[in-house]
């Protein structure tokens, strides 16, 4: 049905979406050998022959190219392959989702905004601004970052200069953007991120400088989340409440570890005492809305210590926390002294029950599992990071970023003095750069990155907004492909009042007739293609009776579909129509 799907996917690199300080990076993750365990009292999945872990670790902002870890179609069939993010949603087995402490997650309270492309062409209100400066480059980080080293008497000039001069910078950048464009106050900004980076190491009047410039060329809601990413050893109660008075209304913690001799392992600027600090200066402020970020797989890592790190985060009272798995990326220290799988590295199997713990432990301490790597207090999610998951455009200003704005993502220079210079050009320009150089996502594109993306949230694949974006034989296609996965307890299916639909239902709704027999994931009342009540044919009609209750989500299971979605994901895209057919 869908004409553009004619050819395998394009897993290009334009498809940068800088995921603001808590994004994913898509990882190669682990295969095991063993069956895997469901938590909750739920039966072992003894079907499951490979376990496959989604790896993802602070990146400092970015998604590296979700749909590079998913193979092409020519590749998928009869190959496993790993990765591809690492959050991962809820539910257990035999796709219930249990919290030992609270019960069933009531996903019917999560927000929802349009995730369908037609969002891709409206204003943009929200707004990601990379702060590059670290202290240092950590050994498993390749992000886009400029090292200033630590502040002292002999170096705070020359660290002001640089980031005065990049300051400057980025709000000619904002500026000249808006100038441009013309219509940045059709929406007022809802939500604005600071990402790096480390952006806590910019002093409390160039955090205030790129604020009003925010201002001067954008409305902002009077309750926009703006958030800002912070190191421990970074800021005292004196700059945190600087920040605050700018306006920041949430802060991400890096703390990546409560042990002193992980944190050194893997280059951290900070230790565990100043974690400690940071903790009690950001409750000295009584700041609520602020996250904890946590790595797992580290060198050396052990369970115990895991368990540890996860207990002491519960401790410090965050209303969020986002547990990342470590990933060896190409030309870091890491990638030159380690092997993914091999000591000091953790094996196959410890990596994945990092991941089980981590969403045992949160969920017994109250917090939701809402998408793959992150967890909240009711009310706390990021909503910022939700624009990303949900597919729905975004400025974006700093060195290294994307934007997604008008169906088309566009990076900037990851090296200062490229960036200058594209700043200059945009200055003095009469226009922003060509469309035609930044072509808009094929439907193809929008296709997978919707289905990705989705499935990364507890919520899950919004059927009727798929099927209306893309038509019924996709989604058709998406749903029956899934039949599978919902009989191992990988994939679970709800209906409009969000209740479990069960595995039999299901698969008698989309492994009986045809597509076309029955247009099944719409009411009679709404949404396009033919209606229920024209099946005339007797057997229609039985069938019709039978599917009153009709599929609204499809979503991942908690922990075990998370684990296991890259070969979800592949198996999707390997059914979709495809020009090698």
């Known amino acids: 049905m ?27 993750h682990r295969i095991s050998s063993r069956p895997c365990e469901i938590y909750d009292g739920q039966p072992r999945c003894d079907e499951i022959q490979n376990l496959y872990g989604i790896s993802c670790r602070p990146s400092g902002g970015e998604i590296q190219e979700l749909r590079r870890c998913v193979p092409s179609r020519s590749r998928v069939a009869g190959k496993h392959v790993s990765a591809m993010g690492r959050r991962f ?25 349009g995730f369908i492309p037609e969002n891709s062409s409206s204003s943009p209100s929200s707004v990601y ?15 886009t970052i400029v090292a200033v080293g630590e502040r002292t008497d002999q170096t705070s000039d020359h660290q002001d200069s640089v980031m005065v001069n990049y300051v400057d910078l980025v709000c000619k950048e904002i500026a000249s953007t808006v100038r441009k464009r013309g219509n940045c106050n059709d929406s007022a900004l809802e939500t604005v991120f600071f990402g790096g980076g480390t952006p806590s190491l910019l002093p409390v009047p160039l955090l205030a ?35 605050l008075d700018c306006g920041i209304s949430r802060v991400s913690l890096g703390v990546q570890s409560f042990q002193d001799d992980l944190l050194k392992s893997c280059g951290r ?9 940071a903790v009690k200066t950001i409750h000295s402020t009584g700041l609520q809305n602020w996250s904890i970020d946590l790595i797992a797989s580290l060198p050396n890592q052990t369970l115990e210590n895991w368990e540890h790190s996860l207990q002491q985060a519960i401790a410090a009272g965050p209303a969020h926390v986002s547990v990342y798995d470590l990933q060896i990326e190409e030309g870091t220290l890491f990638n030159r002294w380690y092997k993914v799988g091999e000591s000091p590295l953790p094996s196959d199997d410890k990596s994945a029950e990092f991941y089980r713990r981590a969403s045992l432990r949160l969920r017994e301490a109250g917090y939701e599992h809402y998408e ?5 207090r009711p009310g706390f999610q990021c909503r910022h990071n939700l624009v990303y998951w949900e597919n729905r455009p975004y400025f974006a200003f700093g060195l290294g970023s994307t934007s997604y704005v008008e169906g088309r993502r566009f990076s900037r220079p990851k090296k200062m003095r490229e960036y200058k ?25 929008q296709v997978l990155d919707t289905i990705m993306l989705s499935l990364r949230l507890a919520r899950g694949l919004n059927l009727q907004k798929f099927e209306a974006a893309f038509g019924s034989s996709v989604t058709w296609t998406v749903c029956s492909r899934l039949i599978q996965y919902i009989d191992i307890g990988l994939v679970e299916a709800l209906d409009g009042d969000c209740k479990l639909i069960s595995r039999d239902h299901y698969k008698r709704m989309f492994s009986e007739g045809r597509e076309d027999d029955v247009h099944l994931l719409n009411s009679a009342r709404e949404g396009p293609g033919p209606r229920v009540e024209a099946c ?20 991942l299971t908690d922990p075990e579909g998370f684990l296991l979605s890259n070969e979800v994901i592949s198996s999707i895209f390997s059914a979709l129509p495809s020009g090698e057919h």
């Not at 793959?372 to 909240?376: C, D, L, M, R």
């Open 421 to 445: 210079s594209y700043v200059a050009s945009l200055e003095f320009s009469s226009e922003l750069p060509s469309a035609d150089d930044y072509p808009a996502n094929s439907i193809e594109d």
């Open 89 to 113: 949603s809820a539910s257990g087995g035999a796709g219930l989702i249990i919290s030992p402490s609270s019960g069933r997650l009531d996903i019917s309270s999560f927000p929802e905004t």
């Open 129 to 143: 601004i990379h702060i590059p400066f670290c202290r240092r480059r950590c050994f498993y980080c390749d992000f």
């Open 536 to 555: 005339t044919s007797s057997k229609n009609l039985e069938r019709v009776e039978t599917f009153e209750r009709k599929p609204a989500y499809v979503r």
């Open 372 to 376: 793959v790597s992150n967890y909240a």
């Open 269 to 277: 600027a900070h230790g565990l005492q100043q974690v400690h600090d």
């Open 209 to 243: 400088r790129i604020m009003n410039e925010l201002r001067v060329h954008f409305q902002i809601s009077e309750n926009a989340e703006i958030a800002m990413e912070m190191d421990p050893g970074t800021f005292d109660r004196d700059k945190l409440e600087g920040f």
């Open 2 to 28: 869908l004409s553009s799907l004619c050819s395998s996917p394009s897993f290009s690199s334009h498809f940068h979406p800088r995921l603001a300080g808590l994004l994913v990076r898509s990882a190669v």
